[in-house]
């Protein structure tokens, strides 16, 4: 809110200037975002929290000053001179929704003047950024500032039989707005209504055919109170946030009505002259009832932690009562209070520490240092996320952050772990952000091709995120690892086994041909299958408007945390030497690796510890159709070392194994 | 026999003096001590002695050989140095020494880098901020970015339609399904599963329907910090907050306590620290006030201990939350919150 430095004043005696006043309420809980002169005046803007609606008026801020500087709060004129007539023969007042409307006034002023506000007046909504109107529209805003009590003036003369009535809105109703603006109404919204039709929607904004203009000469103003989320509710189907929204929607003073209604009509008095009717029309549910607190002083200072500097119960009890509090018995040990009208945030003992608190100042609070000692073990997850970004950062990769909410585009619905659908967003900003998405590597495409429109034409990034799938009530959150990078796909493959190596996984992967997508070329990509679940995929990116044809993969993080194994036991290294077979076969262009490997593991022979791929050829001492494998193979005893005569045994048995199953003849060097 | 074994041992040690190269050293090596070396001759001679003289010559023989071994080895020692060089220059002048002697190493060529990556700026300030509060005892736990309501708000003493709701604009999925707002969630979702003492911080992701500009982005991170226990004070939640403070931004960071308004917290309070980038003295980062916001916090609301079942008399604790973004820019002097999300190479080289 902001406020004149000037019409503060008015309120409270304080020698401060604008910036240290700014520091102070700051302090107290008042963050000053901002202060700028205008012509002789400050305005400071204020940002009130939305659990301090006694703040959103001067005269609030003040008891705010008046606390800090221990001034009092000098309350504004309200006294008038009225005529005879009774308020009651000028109108009639009629609350059908007493819940949603539980205060409702009236007062008339006749024979008014309507002109341009004084320049004092002006002078001071112009600093706090209003636009004078007339002196009629001037004051309701000018008391709404100083009170923070809304308050509304209708033309008497153009509600229907000089009646109100406070209801709901009736299907097929509308009114125009006095900022133009035409509206639809419906049942569940309040509005103020003359005999005839709707002339304000309750505590958002009047109507214009009844507002005060130039020609006007009688008038009704409204103080009154709404029910917050009422008009919470309607300000935000219609879309008008004012002033008087922003108050009530907050809550104003359950006592305040009284004041600013007078005060209102004492501004009037002044300057629209007039004649003022005899007293009011008042239409009130309930009597307010003061709330009573207990507060105790071992457990204020237990909340905050003071021991050998205790705030001593005179203290506490002097705090509230600065804060108009009223202090209705004390002793040694507890205060009992009445919580003054405006203060509807204080209803417990927890909030009256608070009150102590802020005003004790938070930062004389000491800082202790005496917690508890205990241990803190990183969860399995986090060892895993920590040693997969090592890993990859140590490889040359950098990690990148993408949005999660993405567009609805065919490509960033690629869903690798799910048949259902993405899950949408029922209030999205933009297109661009619409839908939660089932796969990071879309995004990383996007990075990629972020990066190549800005000179970076190779890229090697990761992302450890969470992809959404469609599930019960919530979703199914899903953390993924995916890697993108201008590599092959050997080398990706490899990275993506050297990680599991790091991870302790030991299960070998099965890679099954997955056929290709919207992001995978279809000969270059693999269903990575660890058991009976589902690992990743990992495949050569289709050409998206890319320069190079950079690999990919998508892994199953929470998988890669569930298999990974961190326990390491020591294994004796062998004293014998290996023996080495190199050979190089001839298979059928169909054979896969994958197969020779399972072959060879199928003979079971001894003593052989390794198989290592080198080179694949084709070429003319190959016949077509056929293509050259060439490995090596490792055979080691613990224990002894190993004749070559073994190994050859064992070879020959593998040479024997190969031919059978999958035709494949020892090449002749 | 021994006087040619004296004369042997003279010309060894004239020849020991002339000795300038690791090559010269290796040669009288060989020369006196290898398989064919003068001294291997003598001992071949050993078994045609008589008897009585073989222990002699032998032992004579012996020590000329240890000497020999250890002069060898002191040589070789002094010569390694210049020789490794020596070595070296051949290796990458390639064949230099023989086609153009007088080319020289430049020694201060660049080197050949390997490639090395790094962790999203966002990562580091989440790792920097779980250490500190690691040492501290507290666990890290996650929880779900898509929540109910319940969790986003009324478990959080955010009641619907209340105005504080305002504050905290939600994306929504559908009905009472949303992402979530602020990782306060975890706070609910940690203390219905678990009893007191509690002491956890909770890093994630958070969306809030902002329009992206400079300051603003829908999607942030935040990490949340929560402490349970008998006896927990306000001073306990400005102990902690000021040995993060110290620890993350510097010894010589000051800490400033405001009181605020968030619903699941009373009281509660907004932490600035002295602006480390003018000092305190007033600039453009700190809005010429000296000060920076860098976290909320406060001790848990009596009603969000009410909706865990928790005895809010019995118990006490505070929590705080902090923006990771806003932090990571303030350290690094970074002006745009959307570099984070661009992912640009050039930036994410630089931390």
Not at chain 1, 374 to 383: L, P
Not at chain 1, 569 to 592: C, H, N
Request: proline share 4%; with cysteine; hydrophobic share 40%.
């Amino acid at each position: 809110m902001k406020i004149s430095y000037n019409w503060l004043k008015e309120y409270v005696n304080f020698y401060l200037s604008p910036q240290e006043l700014a520091d102070k309420l700051t302090n107290a809980g008042l963050v000053v975002a901002d202060i700028h002169s205008v012509e002789d005046d400050f305005c400071l803007d204020v940002e009130v929290t939305s659990n301090r609606p006694d703040c959103l008026g001067v005269i609030g801020i003040a008891r705010e000053v008046a606390t800090m500087v221990g001034a009092s709060v000098q309350l504004p004129e309200t006294n008038y001179i009225n005529t005879n007539i009774d308020v009651s023969k000028l109108i009639s007042i009629a609350v059908e929704e007493p819940i949603l409307c539980p205060h409702y006034t009236a007062r008339i002023v006749r024979h008014i003047t309507v002109k341009p506000s004084p320049d004092w007046m002006q002078k001071r909504l112009k600093c706090i950024g209003l636009r004078p109107v007339n002196n009629i529209v001037d004051i309701t805003n000018y008391v709404m500032m100083e009170t923070g009590q809304p308050l509304h003036a209708f033309d008497l003369d153009k509600l229907s039989d000089q009646r109100i009535i406070v209801r709901r809105a009736r299907g097929g109703e509308e009114i125009v707005t006095i900022n133009g603006a035409s509206r639809a109404l419906f049942h569940d919204m309040l509005v103020i209504a003359d005999s005839k039709r709707p002339v304000a929607i309750a505590g958002i904004m009047g109507g214009k055919d009844t507002e005060v203009s130039a020609s006007t000469r009688n008038i009704h103003l409204e103080c009154a109170q709404f029910e917050p989320r009422q008009v919470r509710r309607t300000s935000k189907v219609t879309g008008i946030a004012s002033d008087s929204s922003y108050r009530f929607e907050r809550g104003v003073d359950p006592e305040g009505v009284e004041l600013a209604s007078k005060r209102a009509v004492k501004l009037i008095k002044d300057l629209a002259e007039g004649e003022v009717a005899n007293g009011n029309i008042d239409v009130r549910l309930e009597r307010y009832e003061t709330k009573k607190i207990t507060l105790r002083v071992e457990r204020l200072n237990k909340v905050l932690g003071l021991e050998i500097k205790r705030i001593k119960r005179t203290v506490a009890s002097d705090i509230l009562k600065r804060l108009q509090f009223n202090v209705i018995n004390e002793v040694d040990t507890f205060i009992d209070v009445e919580v003054p009208s405006h203060r509807g945030d204080v209803n417990r003992e927890i909030d009256l520490i608070e009150e102590v608190a802020r005003i004790y100042g938070y930062n004389n609070i000491p800082t202790k240092t005496s917690i508890s000692v205990r241990g803190s073990v990183k969860s399995k997850y986090e060892i895993v996320e920590d040693s997969v970004r090592q890993f990859l950062i140590g490889i040359g990769y950098y990690e990148a952050k993408t949005f999660s909410i993405v567009d609805a585009s065919p490509l960033q619905s690629v869903n690798l772990w799910s048949d259902k659908g993405g899950i949408d967003i029922a209030n999205p900003l933009r297109q661009e952000e619409s839908r939660l998405r089932t796969c990071l590597l879309p995004s990383l495409i996007h990075t990629k091709i972020y990066n190549m429109n800005h000179g970076v034409e190779r890229v090697k990034i990761f992302e450890i995120a969470k992809v959404y799938l469609a599930g019960e009530k919530l979703p199914q959150e899903k953390t993924c690892l995916s890697i993108l990078a201008d590599v092959d796909y050997l080398t990706l493959k490899g990275i993506v086994e050297s990680l599991l190596t790091c991870l302790g996984i030991t299960s070998k992967c099965e890679w099954m041909i997955f056929g290709g997508s919207i992001l995978f070329k279809a000969d270059r990509s693999a269903k990575i299958q660890l058991g009976n679940n589902v690992l990743g995929y990992i495949g050569e990116a289709k050409e998206l408007e890319l320069k190079t044809s950079p690999c990919m993969v998508e892994l199953d993080m929470d998988l890669l945390v569930k298999m990974s194994n961190f326990s390491k036991k020591f294994q004796t290294l062998s004293q014998y030497p290996p023996v080495l077979r190199d050979l190089a076969i001839i298979v059928d262009e169909e054979a896969t690796w994958a197969s020779i490997e399972k072959c060879i593991a199928a003979t079971n022979v001894s003593y052989l510890t390794g198989i290592n791929f080198f080179d694949i050829y084709r070429g003319k001492q190959i016949p077509s159709g056929k293509k050259g494998i060439a490995f090596n193979l490792c055979f080691q005893a613990q224990d002894r070392t190993l004749k070559s005569e073994e190994a050859d045994i064992a070879l020959q048995k593998i040479l024997n194994a190969l031919q059978e199953t999958l035709g494949g003849e020892l090449r002749k060097q | 026999m021994l006087e040619k074994l004296e004369e042997v041992k003279r010309n060894i040690q004239r020849e020991i003096k002339s000795i300038t190269a690791l090559k010269d050293a290796e040669q009288l090596k060989i020369k006196y001590l290898g398989r064919k070396g003068i001294i291997h001759d003598f001992m071949k001679l050993i078994p045609s002695l008589p008897a009585e003289q073989r222990a002699a010559i032998g032992q004579r023989i012996n020590s000329l050989k240890a000497e020999v071994t250890h002069t060898v080895e002191e040589l070789s020692l002094k010569a390694e140095v210049t020789h490794t060089v020596e070595e070296l220059i051949k290796k990458f002048s390639g064949e230099a020494t023989s086609k153009a002697k007088h080319e020289v190493f430049d020694i201060t060529l660049p080197g050949k880098r390997p490639l090395v990556g790094k962790k999203h700026p966002l990562t580091q300030t989440i790792d920097d901020i779980k250490e500190v509060f690691a040492r501290l005892g507290f666990d890290v736990v996650y929880g779900p970015e898509v929540e109910s309501e319940y969790y986003n708000f009324e478990a959080l003493n955010i009641p619907a339609d209340h105005p504080s709701r305002t504050d905290f604009d939600t994306f929504y999925i559908k009905n009472d399904i949303l992402l979530r707002s602020q990782t306060s969630t975890v706070q609910i979702r940690v203390m219905e599963k678990q009893k007191p003492p509690i002491r956890i911080i909770a890093p994630g992701r958070v969306y809030r329907p902002d329009t992206v500009d400079a300051r603003h982005s829908f999607m942030f991170h935040q990490v949340e910090g929560l402490l349970v226990d008998e006896g927990v004070s306000f001073a306990d939640l400005r102990g902690v907050l000021n040995q993060f403070i110290k620890t993350y931004f510097g010894q010589d960071v000051q800490m400033r306590f405001r009181p605020s308004f968030f619903p699941f917290t009373e009281p509660s309070a907004e932490v600035d620290i002295s602006c480390s980038l003018c000092k305190g003295s007033g600039c453009s980062v700190c809005s010429y006030s000296g000060w920076v916001e860098i976290l909320g916090a406060g001790m848990v609301d009596p009603n969000v201990f009410k909706s865990v079942h928790y005895d809010a008399e019995k118990y006490t604790g505070f929590a705080f939350g902090m923006g990771v973004e806003r932090i990571t820019m303030l350290k690094y002097g970074i002006n745009d919150i959307r570099l984070f999300y661009e992912n640009d190479i050039r930036f994410l080289s630089q931390f």
